[in-house]
């Protein structure tokens, strides 16, 4: 039963899509404009920084939402925290009415990061923060944060299963930024300076030969 509650609250949760309802009454699929992916990152490319932040906010809380409930009701579950945030994650990426094309999980996985502990969330954004000015693109952020998140939080509760646990995710989180990896290869995929040098990186794009929604 706990685990069966862990999987379902997180899972309906995590489904909840801040930046598909945006686009709705919008009157538009997210998912098929921008880069196509129904996230927080899309949101700002489409309606700007200031909504963009709003809905990666309500992803963030939806995962700490989703966990403070688990928490709740089984505070015994020494496995609660991990399926509860796995499945959060996996329902931000595969919502069910979505046809399962929803996010990429950075967001949702900073909410995780966040419950987790307050400090590991400010050491890790620090961190990412650094990496993602050094390279220029943030799908490098959720790439090398889940994997990293997965490791720690296992070291930290020396438990190998909850490693394994959020290890999966990371494989999944890393196999939904293919895309943006061949996009980097060939040199249209947005950079991260977008939020502070949006005319140059339109023009870059364009010049490297972007077809419209990309």
């Not at 990061?113 to 620090?126: A, E, H, K, N, Q």
Request: hydrophobic content about 50%; aromatic content about 12%.
């Amino acid at each position: 039963m706990e685990i069966f509650g862990c999987l379902l609250i997180g899972y309906l949760v995590g489904a909840f899509s801040p930046s598909y309802i945006i686009g709705v009454m919008n009157g538009f699929d997210i998912r098929k404009r921008g880069s196509g992916n129904a996230g927080a990152s899309n949101v700002i490319l489409l309606k700007g920084k200031k909504i963009g932040a709003f809905c990666a906010l309500l992803d963030i809380g939806k995962a700490c939402l989703a966990l403070w409930i688990t928490g709740k009701l089984f505070p015994n579950f020494a496995y609660a925290f991990p399926i509860t945030g796995a499945s959060c994650i996996l329902g931000h990426i595969f919502p069910f009415y979505m046809k399962f094309r929803g996010g990429k999980g950075l967001a949702c996985l900073g909410g995780v990061v966040l419950m987790t502990d307050v400090r590991l969330f400010l050491i890790m954004i620090s961190i990412e923060l650094v990496v993602v000015l050094i390279v220029n693109y943030l799908c490098v952020v959720p790439m090398s944060a889940s994997v990293a998140y997965a490791l720690i939080y296992g070291a930290m509760n020396e438990q190998v299963l909850s490693a394994i646990i959020f290890l999966v995710v990371a494989v999944v989180i890393c196999f939904k930024h293919t895309d943006n990896l061949k996009r980097i290869k060939n040199g249209t995929e947005v950079h991260f300076s977008y939020l502070w040098n949006k005319d140059e990186e339109i023009a870059r794009i364009k010049a490297n030969g972007a077809t419209e929604g990309e």
